[in-house]
Each structure stands twice: as structure tokens, then as C-alpha cells.
Nanobody, 121 residues
Framework: QVQLVESGGGLVQAGGSLRLSCAAS????????MGWYRQAAGEQRELVAT???????NYADSVLGRFTISRDNAKNTVYLQMNTLKPEDTAVYYC???????????????WGQGTQVTVSS
């Protein structure tokens, strides 16, 4: 059994900051890439940022320079520091992990339950 648990969402004014966290736990052997995606009301889910086990990062153009993704491999946790937030950043943010699990041994992708981020103007 593998779980991804997110925290850190909330309501913030435009220009403010939030930090999201996502901790993976359970029958995990190793985690490859981790990432954050978001889905605004009536829209499709979109990539926000990803980070490999080696620390290589990738960002959506819309968040480049404002958001920073990082991870703590010892804690199986990924973070998203969001600065200079805009109303268009309002969405449910989902954590994703591409990992190797055991019992049984296989590679799978998991999603967190999502955390709401609301940016008021």
C-alpha cells in the first residue's frame, strides 16, 4: 500500500506565498520523478513542476521564476514553494510520484488526494 499525502494549501491574497508538501509512504523501494499538477475548475489537469531523484527540475512556463520544486529523498517528500501568486494560480494541486514499490514489486505512478489553493485578487 502506497499513500501520497499533501498539505499546505489554503487561501492567500495575490502576491502572497504558499508552500505545499507531499509525503509518500508505504511499500516503497525507490522514487523516481515526483511532481505537482493542478486542475482549475472546468479545466484539464496540467503539469506545474517535476523533479527527478537526481534533482533535475522542469516547470510550466506559467510558473517559471515564481514557483520552486524541491524534494527530500530521505523523507520521500516533495515541496512546492509558490511565490508571487496570481488569481490564475487558483486550482486543486495534486502530487504525483513515479515509484518502485514492493509486495508486489512493480513500477507505478500514484496521485495524492489534492489540496485547494485559492488566490484572491
Amino acid at each position: 500500500q502506497v499513500q501520497l499525502v499533501e498539505s499546505g494549501g489554503g487561501l492567500v491574497q495575490a502576491g502572497g506565498s504558499l508552500r505545499l508538501s507531499c509525503a509518500a509512504s508505504g511499500t516503497i523501494l525507490s522514487i523516481n520523478a515526483m511532481g505537482w499538477y493542478r486542475q482549475a475548475a472546468g479545466e484539464q489537469r496540467e503539469l506545474v513542476a517535476t523533479i527527478t531523484s537526481g534533482g533535475s527540475t522542469n516547470y510550466a512556463d506559467s510558473v517559471l521564476g515564481r514557483f520552486t520544486i524541491s524534494r527530500d529523498n530521505a523523507k520521500n517528500t516533495v515541496y512546492l514553494q509558490m511565490n508571487t501568486l496570481k488569481p490564475e494560480d487558483t486550482a486543486v494541486y495534486y502530487c504525483n510520484a513515479d515509484l518502485l514499490r514492493f509486495n508486489p514489486i512493480r513500477r507505478e505512478k500514484y496521485w495524492g488526494q489534492g489540496t485547494q489553493v485559492t488566490v484572491s485578487s
